[in-house]
Protein backbone atom coordinates (compact mmCIF):
# COMPACT_ATOMS: atom_id res chain seq x y z
CA UNK A 1 0.00 0.00 0.00
CA UNK A 2 1.26 3.78 -0.98
CA UNK A 3 2.03 5.60 2.02
CA UNK A 4 0.10 9.48 2.32
CA UNK A 5 2.05 12.01 1.20
CA UNK A 6 2.34 13.27 5.03
CA UNK A 7 3.45 9.51 6.12
CA UNK A 8 6.87 10.45 3.18
CA UNK A 9 7.55 13.73 3.81
CA UNK A 10 9.00 12.45 7.53
CA UNK A 11 11.14 9.56 5.92
CA UNK A 12 14.58 10.32 5.30
CA UNK A 13 15.68 10.65 1.80
CA UNK A 14 17.54 6.83 2.19
CA UNK A 15 14.75 5.87 3.39
CA UNK A 16 12.55 6.98 0.30
CA UNK A 17 15.13 5.60 -2.15
CA UNK A 18 14.61 1.99 -0.68
CA UNK A 19 10.85 2.56 -1.11
CA UNK A 20 11.61 3.51 -4.26
CA UNK A 21 13.98 0.28 -5.42
CA UNK A 22 11.09 -1.97 -3.74
CA UNK A 23 8.41 -0.54 -6.09
CA UNK A 24 10.81 -0.71 -8.94
CA UNK A 25 11.39 -4.72 -7.99
CA UNK A 26 7.68 -4.94 -8.19
CA UNK A 27 7.38 -3.81 -11.37
CA UNK A 28 9.99 -6.24 -12.97
CA UNK A 29 8.00 -8.99 -10.84
CA UNK A 30 4.95 -7.84 -12.17
CA UNK A 31 6.31 -8.60 -16.34
CA UNK A 32 9.23 -6.36 -16.42
CA UNK A 33 12.26 -7.21 -17.98
CA UNK A 34 14.17 -4.01 -16.12
CA UNK A 35 13.69 -0.74 -15.33
CA UNK A 36 15.51 2.41 -15.14
CA UNK A 37 14.70 5.44 -13.66
CA UNK A 38 16.47 8.38 -13.13
CA UNK A 39 15.37 11.47 -10.76
CA UNK A 40 16.71 14.60 -10.89
CA UNK A 41 16.17 17.74 -8.49
CA UNK A 42 17.98 20.85 -10.16
CA UNK A 43 21.68 19.38 -10.70
CA UNK A 44 21.08 16.25 -7.89
CA UNK A 45 20.22 13.44 -10.07
CA UNK A 46 19.58 9.83 -8.73
CA UNK A 47 19.39 6.62 -11.01
CA UNK A 48 18.24 2.97 -9.90
CA UNK A 49 18.34 0.39 -11.99
CA UNK A 50 16.04 -3.16 -11.39
CA UNK A 51 16.79 -6.34 -13.80
CA UNK A 52 18.87 -7.64 -16.80
CA UNK A 53 20.00 -5.96 -19.58
CA UNK A 54 19.22 -9.66 -21.23
CA UNK A 55 17.00 -12.37 -20.56
CA UNK A 56 19.88 -14.58 -18.42
CA UNK A 57 22.66 -12.66 -18.77
CA UNK A 58 23.32 -11.54 -15.57
CA UNK A 59 23.82 -8.07 -16.87
CA UNK A 60 22.04 -5.32 -15.11
CA UNK A 61 20.25 -2.75 -17.23
CA UNK A 62 22.89 -0.25 -18.32
CA UNK A 63 22.58 3.22 -17.04
CA UNK A 64 23.60 4.86 -20.59
CA UNK A 65 21.82 2.52 -22.42
CA UNK A 66 19.92 3.50 -25.81
CA UNK A 67 16.15 2.49 -25.44
CA UNK A 68 13.01 2.81 -28.03
CA UNK A 69 11.62 6.02 -26.87
CA UNK A 70 8.36 5.23 -28.59
CA UNK A 71 5.69 8.08 -27.96
CA UNK A 72 7.89 10.48 -26.25
CA UNK A 73 8.71 11.11 -30.34
CA UNK A 74 5.71 13.07 -29.88
CA UNK A 75 7.02 15.65 -27.92
CA UNK A 76 9.93 16.12 -30.27
CA UNK A 77 7.69 16.70 -33.22
CA UNK A 78 5.65 18.94 -31.64
CA UNK A 79 8.21 21.14 -30.56
CA UNK A 80 9.85 21.16 -34.20
CA UNK A 81 6.10 21.93 -35.65
CA UNK A 82 6.25 24.92 -33.06
CA UNK A 83 9.25 26.30 -34.31
CA UNK A 84 7.96 26.08 -37.77
CA UNK A 85 5.09 28.16 -36.36
CA UNK A 86 7.12 30.81 -34.87
CA UNK A 87 8.74 31.00 -38.37
CA UNK A 88 5.64 31.68 -39.57
CA UNK A 89 5.96 28.62 -41.90
CA UNK A 90 3.26 26.48 -40.03
CA UNK A 91 -0.58 28.46 -38.59
CA UNK A 92 -1.92 25.98 -36.34
CA UNK A 93 -5.34 27.20 -36.76
CA UNK A 94 -4.65 26.46 -40.81
CA UNK A 95 -7.02 23.58 -41.56
CA UNK A 96 -4.33 20.42 -42.70
CA UNK A 97 -5.70 20.20 -46.20
CA UNK A 98 -3.56 23.72 -46.68
CA UNK A 99 -0.51 21.72 -45.78
CA UNK A 100 -1.56 18.49 -47.24
CA UNK A 101 -4.01 19.05 -49.97
CA UNK A 102 -6.06 15.14 -50.63
CA UNK A 103 -4.08 13.38 -48.04
CA UNK A 104 -7.17 13.28 -45.60
CA UNK A 105 -10.76 13.29 -46.88
CA UNK A 106 -11.62 15.71 -44.44
CA UNK A 107 -9.07 17.84 -43.94
CA UNK A 108 -10.61 20.50 -44.60
CA UNK A 109 -12.37 20.36 -40.75
CA UNK A 110 -9.15 19.16 -39.18
CA UNK A 111 -6.85 21.95 -38.05
CA UNK A 112 -3.22 21.42 -37.74
CA UNK A 113 -3.84 22.08 -33.73
CA UNK A 114 -6.14 19.35 -33.33
CA UNK A 115 -3.80 16.91 -34.77
CA UNK A 116 -1.43 18.30 -32.48
CA UNK A 117 -3.41 17.43 -29.55
CA UNK A 118 -5.66 14.27 -30.34
CA UNK A 119 -8.75 15.62 -30.92
CA UNK A 120 -8.80 15.39 -34.83
CA UNK A 121 -11.50 12.69 -34.45
CA UNK A 122 -8.62 10.39 -37.19
CA UNK A 123 -9.23 6.82 -36.52
CA UNK A 124 -5.63 5.12 -35.12
CA UNK A 125 -4.64 3.74 -37.55
CA UNK A 126 -2.12 1.64 -34.97
CA UNK A 127 -5.54 0.24 -34.06
CA UNK A 128 -5.17 -1.91 -37.32
CA UNK A 129 -1.72 -2.26 -37.88
CA UNK A 130 0.06 -2.57 -34.49
CA UNK A 131 -1.13 -5.86 -33.35
CA UNK A 132 0.80 -7.64 -30.75
CA UNK A 133 2.01 -11.46 -30.81
CA UNK A 134 2.15 -13.45 -33.72
CA UNK A 135 1.08 -10.51 -36.22
CA UNK A 136 4.34 -8.85 -34.81
CA UNK A 137 6.91 -11.52 -35.35
CA UNK A 138 5.51 -11.95 -38.71
CA UNK A 139 6.01 -8.56 -39.68
CA UNK A 140 8.40 -6.91 -37.42
CA UNK A 141 10.71 -6.23 -40.14
CA UNK A 142 8.19 -4.89 -42.71
CA UNK A 143 8.71 -1.13 -44.65
CA UNK A 144 5.32 0.97 -44.70
CA UNK A 145 5.74 4.64 -45.89
CA UNK A 146 4.02 7.49 -43.88
CA UNK A 147 1.44 7.66 -46.69
CA UNK A 148 0.50 3.65 -46.56
CA UNK A 149 -0.14 4.51 -42.55
CA UNK A 150 -2.24 7.53 -42.82
CA UNK A 151 -4.29 5.80 -45.89
CA UNK A 152 -5.81 3.56 -43.18
CA UNK A 153 -7.46 6.55 -41.32
CA UNK A 154 -8.33 8.32 -44.36
CA UNK A 155 -10.43 5.07 -45.29
CA UNK A 156 -12.43 5.70 -41.98
CA UNK A 157 -14.97 7.94 -41.36
CA UNK A 158 -13.92 10.73 -38.81
CA UNK A 159 -14.66 9.11 -35.04
CA UNK A 160 -16.10 12.54 -33.86
CA UNK A 161 -16.40 16.28 -35.03
CA UNK A 162 -12.58 18.05 -34.83
CA UNK A 163 -11.93 19.55 -31.23
CA UNK A 164 -15.02 18.48 -29.60
CA UNK A 165 -13.41 15.16 -27.61
CA UNK A 166 -9.79 13.72 -27.25
CA UNK A 167 -8.67 10.65 -28.43
CA UNK A 168 -5.29 9.32 -28.94
CA UNK A 169 -4.32 8.36 -32.49
CA UNK A 170 -0.51 8.01 -33.69
CA UNK A 171 -2.59 8.75 -36.53
CA UNK A 172 -1.85 13.02 -36.46
CA UNK A 173 1.58 12.52 -35.51
CA UNK A 174 2.44 10.57 -38.56
CA UNK A 175 0.41 12.92 -40.73
CA UNK A 176 2.31 15.79 -38.90
CA UNK A 177 5.21 14.31 -39.86
CA UNK A 178 4.72 14.35 -43.52
CA UNK A 179 3.44 18.16 -42.99
CA UNK A 180 6.91 18.85 -41.58
CA UNK A 181 8.74 17.24 -45.23
CA UNK A 182 5.76 19.19 -46.75
CA UNK A 183 6.84 22.66 -45.59
CA UNK A 184 10.67 22.48 -45.13
CA UNK A 185 11.53 19.94 -47.50
CA UNK A 186 13.50 17.84 -45.30
CA UNK A 187 12.12 14.80 -43.76
CA UNK A 188 10.92 14.97 -39.79
CA UNK A 189 14.08 12.72 -38.63
CA UNK A 190 16.48 15.33 -40.35
CA UNK A 191 14.09 18.21 -38.83
CA UNK A 192 14.56 16.73 -35.19
CA UNK A 193 18.23 16.03 -35.93
CA UNK A 194 19.08 19.29 -36.78
CA UNK A 195 16.80 21.52 -34.88
CA UNK A 196 16.92 19.24 -31.57
CA UNK A 197 19.66 16.67 -31.16
CA UNK A 198 22.29 18.33 -32.48
CA UNK A 199 21.38 21.58 -31.01
CA UNK A 200 21.65 19.94 -27.28
CA UNK A 201 24.32 17.48 -28.21
CA UNK A 202 21.99 13.95 -27.16
CA UNK A 203 24.66 12.05 -28.27
CA UNK A 204 22.78 9.28 -27.43
CA UNK A 205 19.57 10.20 -29.52
CA UNK A 206 18.57 8.83 -32.76
CA UNK A 207 15.85 8.92 -35.12
CA UNK A 208 16.65 5.47 -36.86
CA UNK A 209 16.74 5.07 -40.67
CA UNK A 210 13.40 3.52 -41.91
CA UNK A 211 14.80 0.05 -42.58
CA UNK A 212 17.24 0.10 -39.84
CA UNK A 213 16.23 -2.70 -36.83
CA UNK A 214 18.85 -2.07 -34.92
CA UNK A 215 19.36 0.24 -31.27
CA UNK A 216 22.87 0.95 -31.59
CA UNK A 217 25.02 1.67 -28.52
CA UNK A 218 24.38 -0.06 -25.16
CA UNK A 219 21.02 -1.21 -24.59
CA UNK A 220 19.02 -3.64 -22.35
CA UNK A 221 16.33 -5.76 -24.71
CA UNK A 222 12.75 -5.60 -24.96
CA UNK A 223 10.31 -8.77 -25.16
CA UNK A 224 7.13 -9.91 -25.49
CA UNK A 225 5.34 -12.96 -24.33
CA UNK A 226 3.52 -14.81 -26.91
CA UNK A 227 1.59 -17.85 -26.85
CA UNK A 228 3.39 -18.41 -23.71
CA UNK A 229 6.69 -17.97 -24.91
CA UNK A 230 9.13 -15.03 -24.34
CA UNK A 231 10.28 -13.57 -27.30
CA UNK A 232 12.81 -11.05 -27.59
CA UNK A 233 11.27 -8.12 -29.84
CA UNK A 234 14.45 -5.76 -29.53
CA UNK A 235 14.72 -6.04 -33.54
CA UNK A 236 11.74 -4.26 -35.62
CA UNK A 237 11.42 -2.04 -38.87
CA UNK A 238 10.58 1.57 -36.98
CA UNK A 239 8.72 2.56 -40.16
CA UNK A 240 5.86 1.62 -38.68
CA UNK A 241 6.15 3.85 -35.93
CA UNK A 242 7.84 6.76 -37.92
CA UNK A 243 6.87 10.53 -36.40
CA UNK A 244 4.48 8.85 -33.73
CA UNK A 245 7.14 6.91 -31.89
CA UNK A 246 10.51 6.11 -33.52
CA UNK A 247 13.12 7.75 -31.57
CA UNK A 248 15.86 5.58 -29.81
CA UNK A 249 17.20 7.88 -26.89
CA UNK A 250 18.60 7.36 -23.22
CA UNK A 251 17.53 8.59 -19.80
CA UNK A 252 20.25 11.04 -19.72
CA UNK A 253 19.18 12.90 -22.87
CA UNK A 254 15.99 13.06 -22.14
CA UNK A 255 16.36 14.74 -18.97
CA UNK A 256 18.35 17.28 -20.87
CA UNK A 257 15.44 17.70 -23.59
CA UNK A 258 12.88 17.92 -20.80
CA UNK A 259 15.06 21.10 -19.08
CA UNK A 260 15.49 22.62 -22.82
CA UNK A 261 11.84 22.19 -23.35
CA UNK A 262 10.54 23.72 -20.09
CA UNK A 263 13.22 26.26 -19.80
CA UNK A 264 13.00 28.28 -22.99
CA UNK A 265 15.86 27.20 -24.80
CA UNK A 266 13.40 25.09 -27.46
CA UNK A 267 10.08 27.24 -28.13
CA UNK A 268 9.79 31.06 -27.21
CA UNK A 269 7.26 32.00 -24.69
CA UNK A 270 4.40 32.42 -27.24
CA UNK A 271 5.10 28.64 -28.80
CA UNK A 272 5.29 26.86 -24.96
CA UNK A 273 1.98 28.39 -23.85
CA UNK A 274 0.41 27.42 -27.17
CA UNK A 275 1.87 23.59 -26.32
CA UNK A 276 1.42 23.41 -22.58
CA UNK A 277 -2.74 24.83 -22.99
CA UNK A 278 -4.38 21.64 -22.66
CA UNK A 279 -7.49 19.95 -23.06
CA UNK A 280 -9.69 19.40 -19.62
CA UNK A 281 -8.64 16.29 -17.84
CA UNK A 282 -12.00 14.54 -17.79
CA UNK A 283 -11.38 14.18 -21.71
CA UNK A 284 -8.33 12.44 -21.28
CA UNK A 285 -8.62 8.93 -19.76
CA UNK A 286 -5.22 7.93 -18.33
CA UNK A 287 -3.69 7.39 -14.78
CA UNK A 288 -2.88 10.53 -12.95
CA UNK A 289 -3.72 12.84 -16.14
CA UNK A 290 -4.71 16.26 -16.17
CA UNK A 291 -5.38 17.11 -20.00
CA UNK A 292 -3.24 17.42 -22.41
CA UNK A 293 -1.39 19.85 -24.66
CA UNK A 294 0.50 19.64 -27.68
CA UNK A 295 2.39 16.60 -27.58
CA UNK A 296 3.20 17.41 -24.36
CA UNK A 297 1.29 16.46 -20.60
CA UNK A 298 0.91 17.14 -17.15
CA UNK A 299 0.54 14.22 -14.75
CA UNK A 300 -0.42 15.11 -11.25
CA UNK A 301 0.86 12.86 -8.72
CA UNK A 302 -0.33 12.26 -5.31
CA UNK A 303 2.25 14.07 -3.22
CA UNK A 304 1.54 17.47 -5.35
CA UNK A 305 3.58 17.50 -7.94
CA UNK A 306 2.89 18.37 -11.59
CA UNK A 307 4.69 16.55 -14.17
CA UNK A 308 4.90 17.72 -17.59
CA UNK A 309 5.88 15.14 -20.21
CA UNK A 310 4.45 12.09 -22.13
CA UNK A 311 4.61 8.00 -21.57
CA UNK A 312 5.05 5.85 -24.53
CA UNK A 313 5.08 1.87 -25.30
CA UNK A 314 6.43 0.20 -28.22
CA UNK A 315 7.16 -3.57 -28.45
CA UNK A 316 9.44 -4.88 -25.60
CA UNK A 317 9.37 -0.78 -24.40
CA UNK A 318 7.59 1.85 -22.08
CA UNK A 319 8.88 5.15 -20.98
CA UNK A 320 8.02 8.43 -19.24
CA UNK A 321 9.01 11.85 -18.91
CA UNK A 322 7.99 14.61 -16.65
CA UNK A 323 8.77 17.61 -15.61
CA UNK A 324 7.82 20.31 -13.35
CA UNK A 325 7.37 23.36 -15.31
CA UNK A 326 10.64 24.96 -13.81
CA UNK A 327 12.67 22.68 -15.19
CA UNK A 328 14.02 21.86 -11.47
CA UNK A 329 12.51 18.17 -10.25
CA UNK A 330 12.41 15.70 -13.48
CA UNK A 331 11.61 11.98 -13.77
CA UNK A 332 12.36 10.09 -16.48
CA UNK A 333 11.84 5.90 -16.60
CA UNK A 334 12.77 2.98 -19.22
CA UNK A 335 11.16 0.14 -19.03
CA UNK A 336 11.93 -3.20 -21.13
CA UNK A 337 9.39 -5.57 -21.15
CA UNK A 338 8.23 -9.11 -21.26
CA UNK A 339 4.46 -9.58 -20.42
CA UNK A 340 1.52 -10.06 -22.96
CA UNK A 341 0.36 -6.92 -24.22
CA UNK A 342 -2.53 -7.53 -23.38
CA UNK A 343 -1.58 -7.51 -19.73
CA UNK A 344 -0.37 -3.80 -19.67
CA UNK A 345 -3.45 -2.74 -18.17
CA UNK A 346 -4.37 -3.57 -14.23
CA UNK A 347 -1.74 -5.05 -11.79
CA UNK A 348 1.40 -4.12 -14.29
CA UNK A 349 0.07 -0.56 -15.11
CA UNK A 350 -0.80 -0.08 -11.62
CA UNK A 351 3.07 -1.28 -10.68
CA UNK A 352 4.09 1.33 -12.85
CA UNK A 353 2.07 4.18 -11.57
CA UNK A 354 3.32 2.98 -7.83
CA UNK A 355 6.84 3.07 -9.14
CA UNK A 356 6.31 6.89 -10.29
CA UNK A 357 4.56 8.05 -7.37
CA UNK A 358 7.66 6.66 -5.12
CA UNK A 359 10.17 8.14 -7.33
CA UNK A 360 8.15 11.70 -7.14
CA UNK A 361 8.22 11.47 -3.41
CA UNK A 362 12.01 10.97 -3.59
CA UNK A 363 11.75 14.84 -4.82
CA UNK A 364 9.83 16.35 -1.56
Known amino acids: MTQSTADTATLSRDRRREILQERLEQVVAAGAAGVQFRIADGEDVFTARVGEAEAGSGTPVPYDGRFRAACITKVFVSTVVLQLRAEGKVDLDQ ?45 RYKHYEPEDLVAVAA ?99 LDRFLVALVSGELLAEPEFADMIDRVPSEWVPLPMSAGYGLGFMPLETSCGLSLWG ?16 DGRKRVITSITLDIDPDDFSGRFENTVVAAIEAATECLL
Open 95 to 139: PIETYLPGVLPEGGRIKVRHMLQHTSGLYNHADSFQRPGVRFLRD
Open 155 to 253: GKPLNFEPGTQFEYSNTNYIALGMLIKKVTGRDYATEITERIIKQLGLTGTYVPDTDDPEIHGPHAHGYMQIKGRSEDVTLMNPSEASSAGSIISTAED
Open 310 to 325: HGGGIPGYATFIGSTL
